[in-house]
């Protein structure tokens, strides 16, 4: 099997499984625990995990709120924000390219009356393509906006925001800044405090870490924020967050990003030549073939990420007829969902455009043979469905 689905999930790094083995085991304790050493052992090893993933972020470790994964974060962010009882302003601002994990729960809010506004983005054609346009936020904004929550780097065209001047905007007319930053950590450097981020969003499984567990970035710069907690329980993580802390996928998590973090210069280089060669041998193979997304410019789109459409075949049926190979058309959660891509469609593709989309996400294991392999897959599978040789 190739697998060149990293926007999906990431496998998790034997290192880190080896970093979390033994808080499932011999240091098995709670780390809410105070009474006793196995349980001040397991807080001691939550703290300084906490702590290493906010010097990886550009962060504080009093800021950071322990999660279930990125949708967990968003939700506590968007929800956390607009329903705080001392908040008075009503209105809250998404971009149309979001992660479902951003959208149902701004469309939850625009169902209990809340105002929302859902941006557009530069169209396929443009260089920046699916970037907010700077204006369109300026114009959307008022003094009745609590949040502006925009991607650092979307999932599946991987096109990459200016954060720093989208919060500025936001901070402008008084309203907190989040940003779901799943895609951009571990493949982008990614300061939150420096970008002037209020909340940002983090999943463990996209960077080579477990599944399950994310954390929240609250606060911690100029701005105070006031979240409501989704779940209350046992008052644990400042009230934030009820619920014993899964320390073993925290200390997964910090070690997997650690890494990255380390290899981020030399891995992105790579990944980046590589990515472009996929690029190139594809074009060779399926003459005509549509680039997706911004150009492969590292400042607009993430080097690990390929959005194209092939030809005149949908691209579930050439994946389908390439079993050995693990892409994606259109975002890996929503492949139940007969819909074209959402993202797709909001840069301006047509339906048969975004139903014909491939797309490819390498990862740190990715290799040049792979890529080699992946493009014989995909000319042998588009073969014996068209009954066409490819070039
Ligand atoms: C941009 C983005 N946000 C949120 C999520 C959801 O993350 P999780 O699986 O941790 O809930 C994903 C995962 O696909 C994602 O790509």
Request: hydrophobic share 40%; with cysteine.
């Amino acid at each position: 099997m190739i697998y060149l689905d990293h926007h999906a999930s990431t496998p998790v790094d034997p290192h880190v499984v080896a970093a979390m083995l033994p808080w499932m085991t011999t240091d098995f304790g709670n780390p809410h625990s105070h009474t006793h050493a196995v349980g001040r052992r397991a807080a001691q090893a939550c703290d300084d995990a906490i702590e290493s993933i906010a010097t990886r972020i550009g962060g504080r470790p009093d800021s950071i709120v322990i999660t279930s994964g990125a949708t967990e974060s968003n939700n506590l962010a968007i929800w956390g924000v607009l329903s705080h009882p001392r908040q008075r302003r009503r209105h809250v601002i998404t971009v149309a390219t979001e992660h479902p994990a951003v959208l149902e729960p701004v469309i939850g809010l625009a169902e209990q009356g809340f105002r929302v506004t859902v941006l557009p983005v530069r169209q396929q054609g443009d260089p920046a393509c699916g970037q907010v346009d700077l204006d369109a936020l300026r114009d959307a904004i008022d003094d009745h906006t609590a949040l502006v929550s925009i991607m650092w780097a979307n999932n599946e065209i991987g096109t990459l925001q200016p954060i720093r001047e989208l919060a500025e905007i936001a901070h402008a007319a008084g309203a907190l800044f989040h940003t779901d930053a799943t895609q951009a950590l571990g493949r982008v450097p990614v300061d939150c405090l420096a970008a002037e981020v209020d909340l940002l969003s983090g999943s463990a499984h996209k960077f080579y870490g477990p599944k399950g567990v994310g954390f929240l970035h609250v606060g911690g710069g100029a701005r105070r924020v006031r979240l409501r907690p989704l779940f209350r329980g046992g008052g644990q993580q400042r009230g934030l967050r009820g619920g014993t802390v899964n320390s073993p996928g925290l200390i997964g998590m910090a070690t997997a990003l650690q890494i990255c973090t380390d290899d981020l210069p030399a891995m992105s280089e790579r990944l980046r030549t590589l990515r472009d060669e996929l690029w190139r041998r594809m074009g060779e193979s399926f003459p005509g073939i549509e680039l997706n997304g911004p150009t492969l410019d590292p400042g607009l789109r993430l080097v690990d990420n390929l959005n194209v459409s092939p030809l005149d075949v949908e691209g579930e049926t050439l994946m389908a007829a390439a079993p050995e190979l693990a892409i994606s058309s259109g975002a890996a959660c929503s492949s139940v969902d007969p819909r074209p891509s959402h993202v797709l469609t909001a840069i301006g593709l047509s339906e048969s455009r975004a139903r014909r989309s491939l797309r490819f996400g390498l990862g740190r294991g990715t290799t040049a043979d792979e890529i080699d392999s992946a493009v014989g897959m995909l000319r042998a599978a588009y073969g014996r469905l068209t009954g066409q040789a490819t070039a």
